[in-house]
């Protein structure tokens, strides 16, 4: 008998019984099937707030995206060579804001966006460093470059000279005619002798005012200082005289090498109670501060006018100085040469001869007479020769601290 059950699978399993095929007409098979369903959104999805921060993600992001982007391309504008050919010269006035600074820049030429300076200078923190001053900006700088050189505070320096031995009125007639410097004169004009002889510098709007208090700042300081190191036993006792002697001899002697040997024929005559006969103080009686036209020279009668600062008239130093004398000057007048000597003339090469007794300094006058002779002579020569070159002569016969008409000074 066959025990074993019906229907049975693989392994012993019982099979499924057969799936029935049922037919179906064309139309139902050609009707596409249902798909697999989607998934459905949970609650927690589906809430307002999950929406609101999911939107407020993707637009961050795409900010983000988008300033990437900007800031990349406005690094590539602020840093690129920027469109001058030349370099210019740009004045930041004071308080003057960075939107400003902006605008002044592309009006200029020198950038091309005035939005993207200032923001590029924002984004380096640097909105409230840049300062007030003229600059020189290089030909393509970028508007990094300007930046930098505005943040800098390098500005452009000028500079005013006073010679040694100019008036104040000569020198204030620079300062006064300095187009880089702004505002009015001082309405009263400092002594004769206060303003020192100097190179200024400063920048672009400087006032005048500010200029001359330091040069009377400056010359106050430098003597004080030198005052403080004069020898002992000078005959002057006051810093006026100091300074009026010292400018005296700034005018008397260009030469470093002859200055202090100059001072000590004015020392020797102050304490032998001897006259300085000096030419400089006459010219600043006659002319004042305006000094002496170029083309007027020292007469004889000039020598006999009486000023108050005449010194082949009045004895001892002048009331004030004659000039405003340099460091140099000043030096040479606190410590002077140890000398005899009481006289000294040109000596017809720039320099001067000196002489301890009245002999030997009308033997140095002699000479120098000599000398301009012989120039006066090869002047006419080349004259009549129809030369074009010129020759030069001192042209003054009272020349230096004393002439020939010593000997009746010394007689008294």
């Known amino acids: 008998m066959n025990t074993t059950p019906p229907n049975t699978g693989e392994f012993g399993q019982r099979a499924a019984p057969p799936r029935l095929i049922v037919p179906k007409s064309a139309n139902e098979a050609l009707r596409p099937e249902a798909g697999t369903p989607p ?23 795409a900010g983000v995206i988008v300033g990437g982007i900007v800031a990349y391309y406005g690094k590539q504008q602020f840093e690129k060579p920027g469109p001058s050919t030349t370099a210019t010269t740009v004045l930041i006035k004071p308080k003057t804001g960075i939107q400003d600074i902006a605008d002044l820049l592309q009006h200029r030429g020198l950038i091309t966006d005035a939005r993207v300076f200032w923001l590029g200078v924002s984004a380096y923190g640097n909105d409230d460093q840049l300062k007030a001053g003229e ?19 390098k500005s452009l320096l000028y500079s005013l000279t006073i ?8 020198a204030l007639d620079r300062v006064a005619k300095h187009e880089a410097l702004t505002g009015d004169m001082p309405a009263v004009q400092p002594a004769e002798g206060t303003l ?7 920048t672009r709007g400087a006032t005048r005012e500010q200029i001359i208090d330091k040069m009377v700042a400056d010359q106050t300081k430098l003597v004080d200082s030198i005052w403080q190191r004069r020898q002992p036993d000078l005959p002057i006792t006051t810093e006026q005289e100091f300074v009026t002697l010292a400018s005296i001899v700034e005018k008397e002697t260009g030469r470093s090498d002859e200055r202090s040997r100059v001072a000590s024929v004015f020392m020797n005559r102050l304490k032998k109670g001897m006259r300085l006969q000096s030419d400089p103080t006459i010219i600043y009686g006659l002319f004042g501060g305006k000094g002496k036209p170029s083309d007027r020279p020292i007469y004889q009668s000039d020598l006999d006018k009486p000023t108050p600062y005449n010194t082949y008239v009045i004895k001892g130093l002048p009331p004030t100085p004659i000039a405003n004398p340099g460091r140099a000057a000043l030096e040479a007048v606190a410590n002077p040469s140890r000398t005899d000597d009481l006289y000294f003339v040109a000596d017809g090469t720039g320099g001067h001869a000196f002489a301890s007794t009245l002999e030997e300094h009308n033997e140095n006058v002699a000479r120098y007479r000599e000398y301009e002779k012989k120039q006066a002579e090869a002047a006419a020569a080349a004259k009549a020769a129809g030369e074009t070159g010129s020759t030069t002569t001192d042209g003054q016969a009272t020349d230096g601290a004393t002439t ?3 000997a009746g000074d010394a007689a008294q």
């Open 135 to 153: 600059y020189e900006i290089k030909a393509a700088a970028s508007m990094y470059d300007i930046m930098e050189v505005l943040k800098s505070g």
């Open 163 to 170: 010679p040694e031995g100019l008036t104040v009125e000569q």
């Open 196 to 202: 020192a002889t100097d190179t200024v510098r400063f």
């Open 404 to 406: 020939d008409d010593a």
């Open 39 to 61: 998934p459905r959104r949970s609650r927690q999805s589906r809430n307002q707030i999950v929406v609101f921060l999911n939107f407020i993600v993707t637009a961050l992001m």
